[in-house]
């Protein structure tokens, strides 16, 4: 069951890696992008933490509020859930 979820973890982090990439690429290019309510999703489902290095990796929506203050908060949030987790499970 660990290792599944780590295995989660890894693919949902490395999609919100590259879909920061693909999404500084396309707005370079004019093109059309990757709505911001997919990229917060998929922060939210896990994928906080390859969002946020893609940001700052990538120079990608650091200037938006949503993002700056929002994916660090998600990723709060969701250490948080596993110490609380964690805690239960313990007793």
Known sequence: ??????YYLLIINA??????LVDK???KKNRWRVRESTLLTVAALG?????LIGMYLFRH???HLKFTLGI???LAG?????VMVMALAAK
Do not use: D, E, H, N
């Open 25 to 27: 690429w396309k707005a």
């Open 72 to 74: 660090p908060l998600i």
């Open 47 to 51: 994928g906080s933490v390859g969002c």
């Open 78 to 82: 969701q250490c948080f859930v596993v």
């Open 1 to 6: 069951m660990i290792k599944l979820l780590l």
């Open 61 to 63: 929506k650091t200037r």
């Open 15 to 20: 999609a919100g890696l590259a879909l920061m």
